[in-house]
T-cell receptor, first 113, second 111 residues
């Protein structure tokens, strides 16, 4: 079965450090989503891309977060500098057009000390 | 814009039925349902695109009332494997092509 692959699965780092999370979408999917999940906020959409172009990053703190899609097989989410409040599970999902299912990766469990 | 799910949590005995509701304040293009088990990723269950549409597989089904901007997920004769948190996600008509998830409904099935 085709799967969305995320790396790393777990990341523990100290406040102030740069964090990079990577996502390989399912081959052929043209839309990539980044979500953050916490107990308090649930599943929040941070940003998404269609055909590698950023369509919406309104859910992302602009001063420290950035998302890119350098090619069709790789999406990245960076946090610089990281803060303890960024601790969460970050999911990448990929899909096709409106009205089609999204397929989630296993997530990156991030802890900022 | 976030849809509202109810109830927030349900505890059932194996074999009992449950209904989870999802309501939006906006006109909807589609409603997605996902299930997430503890420590795992959300898994797609089904999408409803048309008002009045009903879908289902196994003993899990859903309906979409477009006029009321609501969807309901039905779990009948629940099994232990149904335990998890259920999320609805909504795509708004005429809005950005993105999914906004509800806060989730935690379903616990006891033997």
């Amino acid at each position: 079965d085709a799967r969305v692959t995320q790396t790393p699965r777990h990341k523990v780092t100290e406040m102030g450090q740069e964090v990079t999370m990577r996502c390989q979408p399912i081959l052929g999917h043209n839309t990539v989503f980044w979500y953050r999940q916490t107990m308090m906020q649930g599943l929040e959409l941070l940003a998404y891309f269609r055909n590698r172009a950023p369509l919406d990053d309104s859910g992302m703190p602009k001063d420290r977060f950035s998302a890119e899609m350098p090619d069709a097989t790789l999406a990245t989410l960076k946090i610089q500098p990281s803060e303890p409040r960024d601790s969460a599970v970050y999911f990448c999902a990929s899909g096709l057009v409106l009205g089609q299912p999204q397929h989630f990766g296993d997530g990156t469990r991030l802890s900022i000390l | 814009q976030q849809p509202v799910q109810s109830p927030q949590a349900v505890i059932l005995r194996e074999g009992e039925d449950a209904v989870i509701n999802c309501s939006s304040s906006k006109a909807l293009y589609s409603v997605h349902w996902y299930r997430q088990k503890h420590g795992e990723a959300p898994v797609f269950l089904m999408i409803l695109l048309k008002g009045g549409e009903q879908k289902g597989h196994d003993k899990i089904s859903a309906s979409f009332n477009e006029k009321k901007q609501q969807s309901s997920l039905y779990l009948t004769a629940s099994q232990l494997s149904y335990s998890g948190t259920y999320f609805c996600g909504t795509e708004i008509k005429g809005g950005a092509q993105k999914l906004v998830f509800g806060q989730g409904t935690r379903l616990t099935i006891n033997p």
